[in-house]
């Protein structure tokens, strides 16, 4: 159970804002060395991650400014406020990985239908010092990958670390074999590596941008604890969604058996230290009334149909023609 203020919540992306800029600057360093180790050594291995480290400065500095961009206070054009750049930004970067991880791909083909010579001991010099560095910005991103911005530079520099175990243990097996293939197949081991990472966070990424409920939280479940809240005699319409990995917003229909103005007052006191308490749900709205979704335009006699919105109509709806075509 996450028991996030908002305050705990600055403090988190502000130190996260903190940590990305040291690790730029880290990796900037780092990226000049792996170049000119390539250029020195002929390694596609080396070449290829060199220019990742390109992009994952790119990508550092892009979410660096989305966390900064995040911190910013809701006002009267984004009334939910400014989390939703950090999702922007780690979209992009991811994106942008893919795009990296096929072209290592056709670089490798390339290579293996034009080799050339290989110096492991470039290779081995380099991505020691690659490994070194790499390992110091995993302890560093570890206790703040809760971010999603963050969680993706994590993933970057945890496969750039075993990026460099790969290209270690190629420029050995080429110092003692001559086997310059080794080379070709450890990039297009790394591509695959990037690839995984990335599809997977982007995947991440855009359920957020498309509003889907967190995996971590049951909608039936979040609907059993308010109503053995007691009092209460249905929960609907129901919405979840999350502006960015660490804020969480929620909407409900909530119908009362005594709905005075005393009782929902009180009742929704409860109901949203529940849902903070509980699922870390900090924003919620919470219609009260006296009958199911009796304030919805849907429910009126005059507009009886189903709405895309209500998932406990259409499911009621749909259970229902289900039923009749099995009868007929």
Same mark, same amino acid.
């Given at each position: 159970?996450?028991?996030?203020?908002?305050?705990?919540?600055e403090?988190?992306?502000?130190?996260?804002?903190?940590?990305?800029?040291?690790?730029?600057?880290?990796?900037?360093?780092?990226f000049i060395?792996?170049?000119?180790?390539?250029l020195?050594t002929?390694?596609?291995a080396?070449?290829s991650?060199?220019?990742?480290l390109?992009?994952d400065? !790119?990508s550092?500095? @892009?979410?660096?400014?989305?966390?900064?961009?995040?911190?910013?206070? !809701?006002?009267?054009?984004?009334?939910f406020?400014y989390?939703?750049?950090?999702?922007?930004t780690?979209?992009?970067?991811?994106?942008?990985l893919?795009? *990296?991880s096929?072209y290592?791909?056709?670089?490798?083909?390339?290579?293996?239908?034009?080799?050339i010579?290989?110096q492991?001991?470039?290779?081995?010099i380099?991505?020691?010092?690659?490994l070194l560095v790499?390992?110091?910005?995993v302890?560093?991103l570890?206790?703040?990958?809760?971010?999603i911005?963050?969680?993706?530079?994590?993933?970057?520099?945890?496969?750039?670390?075993?990026?460099d175990?790969?290209?270690?243990?190629?420029?050995?097996?080429?110092?003692?074999?001559?086997?310059?293939?080794?080379?070709?197949?450890?990039? !297009?081991i790394?591509?695959c @590596?990037?690839?995984?990472?990335?599809?997977k966070?982007? #995947?991440?990424?855009?359920?957020?941008?498309?509003?889907?409920?967190?995996?971590?939280?049951?909608?039936?479940?979040?609907k059993?604890?308010?109503?053995?809240?007691?009092?209460?005699?249905?929960?609907?319409?129901?919405? #979840?969604?999350? @502006?960015?990995?660490?804020?969480?917003s929620?909407?409900?229909?909530?119908?009362?058996?005594? &709905?005075?103005?005393?009782?929902?007052?009180?009742?929704?006191?409860e109901?949203?230290? @529940?849902?903070?308490?509980k699922?870390?749900?900090?924003?919620?709205?919470?219609?009260?009334?006296?009958?199911?979704c009796?304030s919805?335009?849907?429910?009126?006699?005059d507009?009886?149909?189903? &709405?895309?919105? &209500?998932?406990?109509?259409?499911?009621?709806?749909?259970? !229902?023609?289900? *039923?009749?075509?099995?009868?007929?």
């Amino acid at each position: 159970m996450n028991k996030n203020t908002p305050q705990v919540t600055e403090h988190v992306f502000k130190q996260s804002e903190q940590k990305l800029f040291l690790t730029i600057v880290g990796v900037s360093i780092i990226f000049i060395g792996k170049f000119l180790g390539a250029l020195f050594t002929n390694s596609l291995a080396l070449f290829s991650d060199s220019w990742h480290l390109l992009t994952d400065i !790119a990508s550092l500095i @892009l979410s660096f400014w989305g966390l900064k961009i995040g911190l910013k206070a !809701a006002d009267d054009r984004y009334t939910f406020g400014y989390y939703r750049f950090s999702i922007l930004t780690a979209l992009i970067n991811n994106i942008s990985l893919i795009l *990296i991880s096929i072209y290592i791909f056709y670089k490798a083909i390339v290579r293996y239908f034009n080799p050339i010579d290989v110096q492991p001991e470039g290779m081995i010099i380099f991505s020691i010092l690659g490994l070194l560095v790499n390992t110091i910005v995993v302890l560093n991103l570890r206790d703040n990958s809760n971010n999603i911005n963050v969680k993706s530079v994590f993933l970057h520099f945890l496969g750039d670390a075993l990026s460099d175990i790969g290209v270690l243990i190629g420029g050995i097996v080429i110092y003692f074999t001559h086997l310059s293939g080794v080379d070709t197949l450890l990039s !297009a081991i790394l591509a695959c @590596l990037i690839l995984k990472n990335a599809l997977k966070m982007t #995947i991440e990424c855009t359920k957020i941008l498309l509003e889907a409920a967190p995996e971590e939280i049951s909608i039936d479940e979040v609907k059993k604890s308010i109503k053995n809240l007691g009092g209460i005699m249905e929960v609907t319409d129901v919405h #979840i969604w999350s @502006l960015s990995k660490e804020i969480l917003s929620m909407t409900a229909h909530v119908s009362m058996q005594e &709905c005075t103005i005393e009782n929902c007052e009180r009742k929704l006191h409860e109901i949203q230290h @529940l849902l903070k308490d509980k699922f870390n749900i900090e924003h919620s709205t919470i219609q009260f009334e006296k009958c199911t979704c009796g304030s919805c335009f849907h429910s009126k006699p005059d507009h009886n149909y189903c &709405c895309n919105m &209500c998932i406990d109509k259409c499911k009621k709806e749909k259970n !229902a023609i289900t *039923i009749q075509s099995t009868k007929i």
